[in-house]
Each structure stands twice: as structure tokens, then as C-alpha cells.
């Protein structure tokens, strides 16, 4: 049975950091991602990275900002976010699917989802 457990959310103050993590189990997958969902938007893509780590990606509005990385051994997914800032305030949801190149940003690339960490950044 595939299980995706993200924890790590919570409250942080603007210009702050806060990793959220995901343990992954169940199955092996090519690629693992992070999303978001901010109250009355929609889910947008975050990053992801290959199970190898050979190629990740980010969003534009996090690039330099945000780190994605995996423990393979620990079959856990990484999202560091330094530098938060109100806007990213949302439920962060973590992903796993198959996919290369592009389609790894888009959430149809990926079939098992976790049940979200809230993250709250404070101006």
C-alpha cells in the first residue's frame, strides 16, 4: 500500500525558514514532487526531483529560495524554504508519480498524493 506523510509544516515568521518533510512508502517512483494550495486558489506546483536526483525543478516563485532534496535511504522527500515570505502561505502536499522533463510540474504526472502540512508565514 503507498503511503505519502508529509510533516514538518507550521508557523514562521516572514524571512524565515521551515523544512517540510515526506516519507514515502509502499513503491518506488521516478519522480516526487511538492505542491500547494493557498485559501480560494488553486493547487500549483512547487518542485520536484527525479528518485534519483539527477534533475529537479522548480517553480518560478520559489526558485532561489527553495531546496528539494530525497533521503533514498530513508524513502523520504525534503522541501526547504528559506526566505518565506506571506504569499507562500498554503498546504504543502507532497507527490509521487512518473514522468521526465516538463511534466514533472504537472499534477496529472502524479497518482498518489499526500494529506497536506499547512505552512503559515506571519508578516
Known amino acids: 500500500q503507498v503511503q505519502l506523510v508529509e510533516s514538518g509544516g507550521g508557523l514562521v515568521q516572514a524571512g524565515g525558514s521551515l523544512r517540510v518533510s515526506c516519507a514515502v512508502s509502499?513503491?518506488?517512483?521516478?519522480?516526487l514532487g511538492w505542491f500547494r494550495q493557498a485559501p480560494g486558489k488553486e493547487r500549483e506546483f512547487v518542485a520536484a526531483t527525479t528518485w534519483s536526483g539527477d534533475s529537479k525543478y522548480y517553480a518560478d516563485s520559489v526558485k532561489g529560495r527553495f531546496t528539494i532534496s530525497r533521503d533514498n535511504g530513508e524513502k523520504t522527500v525534503y522541501l526547504q524554504m528559506n526566505s518565506l515570505k506571506p504569499e507562500d502561505t498554503a498546504d504543502y502536499y507532497c507527490a509521487a508519480g512518473w514522468a521526465t522533463g516538463q511534466a514533472m510540474g504537472v499534477s496529472s504526472s502524479y497518482r498518489y498524493w499526500g494529506q497536506g502540512t499547512q505552512v503559515t508565514v506571519s508578516s
Open positions: 509502499g513503491r518506488i517512483f521516478s519522480i
